[in-house]
């Protein structure tokens, strides 16, 4: 009992974020307890994580409008600080996962159809409780003014000026397992 204890602790602290000079990172199964904490619901589950150089994924299980699985692809773009926003480039392939055939049958061309040029008007209806997330045709952009806990961070006040003034997020990257968050000084900071 105690070495179970142990081996969870230890894992526990394996995964939190690690801090490195430039900013800091954060592990796959961290992110995605966070995000399974955050966004799983009756309308939807968050499945899985798969963090890679290129073509990260995400797999997730729709219960509302319709059941399926989803799995969306992204790659984060570059960061434009100014505006507070994260983008990322995506994409969603799906299937139904009905019991019935018929189900199946009729929530598989739904599907298509959700791929298709319809796709995104859909995935808007799936983000539509969550206003700090934008969906356009193939973009994703989060809000990070519109999420209260990193506006506490944004907000909070370094040597007379809020900490966002201070710094920015030069880039956001990923590579096997791992999400790396890199900072930097504020441009505009003189003194």
């Given at each position: 009992m105690n070495h179970h204890w142990q081996s969870r602790l230890i894992r526990g602290w394996q995964q939190r974020p690690t801090l490195h000079r430039d900013g800091v990172s954060l592990q796959e199964a961290w992110l995605l307890r966070?995000?399974?904490?955050?966004?799983?619901?009756?309308?939807?589950?968050?499945?899985?994580?798969?963090?890679?150089?290129?073509?990260?994924?995400?797999?997730?299980?729709?219960?509302?409008?319709?059941?399926?699985?989803?799995?969306?692809?992204?790659?984060f773009l570059p960061i434009v600080?100014?505006?507070?926003?994260?983008?990322?480039?995506?994409?969603?392939?799906?299937?139904?996962?009905?019991?019935?055939?018929?189900?199946?049958?009729?929530g598989g061309l739904l599907l298509g159809v959700m791929e298709g040029a319809f796709g995104h008007k859909t995935l808007q209806q799936l983000?539509?409780?969550?206003?700090?997330?934008?969906?356009?045709?193939?973009?994703?952009?989060?809000?990070?003014?519109?999420?209260?806990?990193?506006r506490q961070y944004l907000d909070y006040p370094l040597l007379g000026k809020p900490l966002a003034a201070r710094l920015t997020i030069k880039a956001i990257e990923t590579s096997p397992g791992l999400l790396r968050i890199r900072l930097s000084r504020s441009p505009s900071q003189t003194d």
């Amino acid at each position: 009992m105690n070495h179970h204890w142990q081996s969870r602790l230890i894992r526990g602290w394996q995964q939190r974020p690690t801090l490195h000079r430039d900013g800091v990172s954060l592990q796959e199964a961290w992110l995605l307890r966070k995000l399974q904490q955050a966004l799983n619901g009756d309308a939807l589950q968050i499945d899985s994580l798969s963090l890679l150089s290129r073509d990260s994924t995400l797999h997730l299980t729709a219960h509302q409008p319709l059941a399926a699985r989803l799995t969306l692809h992204f790659d984060f773009l570059p960061i434009v600080w100014h505006s507070r926003q994260i983008r990322l480039h995506y994409h969603v392939q799906g299937e139904a996962i009905s019991p019935s055939t018929t189900r199946r049958l009729l929530g598989g061309l739904l599907l298509g159809v959700m791929e298709g040029a319809f796709g995104h008007k859909t995935l808007q209806q799936l983000a539509k409780p969550l206003d700090w997330l934008t969906l356009e045709q193939d973009i994703a952009t989060i809000h990070l003014d519109a999420l209260d806990r990193v506006r506490q961070y944004l907000d909070y006040p370094l040597l007379g000026k809020p900490l966002a003034a201070r710094l920015t997020i030069k880039a956001i990257e990923t590579s096997p397992g791992l999400l790396r968050i890199r900072l930097s000084r504020s441009p505009s900071q003189t003194d």
